[in-house]
Nanobody
Framework: QVQLVESGGDLVQVGGSLRLSCTAS???????????MGWYRQAPGNQRELVAD???????NYADSVKGRFTISRDNAKNAVYLQMNSLKFEDTAVYYC??????????????????WGQGTRVTVSS
């Protein structure tokens, strides 16, 4: 089983900052590797959209709406990804989901490749 555990969502004022964290684990695999990781968000009535993603070697990609305000980073040793969000705006209000593209090998030697999603963490920006 692959698990993604997110944290850091909160109520924050416009202009404020938050840091989201997400850690991936593959407890049933003898070998577990995480490749790209990313953050998406979904506001009420909207589709889920990419916020930022990062490859295992640190290459990043951002949505235009967050460039210059948000920073994605990761700790490969911990299979963790972070999203530092500064200068928050009302329109950043959403449930934020992390994902991870993984490769696991189970104890029977079978490969498992896929993308797993976290449960979401809510960010609310208010005045």
């Amino acid at each position: 089983q692959v698990q993604l555990v997110e944290s850091g969502g909160d109520l924050v004022q416009v202009g404020g900052s938050l840091r989201l964290s997400c850690t991936a684990s593959g407890s049933t695999f003898s070998s577990f590797r995480v490749n790209s990781m990313g953050w998406y968000r979904q506001a009420p009535g909207n589709q889920r959209e990419l916020v930022a993603d990062i490859t295992s070697d640190g290459s990043t990609n951002y949505a235009d709406s967050v460039k210059g305000r948000f920073t994605i980073s990761r700790d490969n040793a911990k299979n963790a990804v972070y999203l530092q969000m500064n200068s928050l705006k009302f329109e950043d209000t959403a449930v934020y989901y992390c994902n991870a593209d993984y490769h696991g090998i189970d104890y029977h030697g079978i490969d498992h490749v896929g993308r797993h999603w976290g449960q979401g963490t809510r960010v609310t920006v208010s005045s």
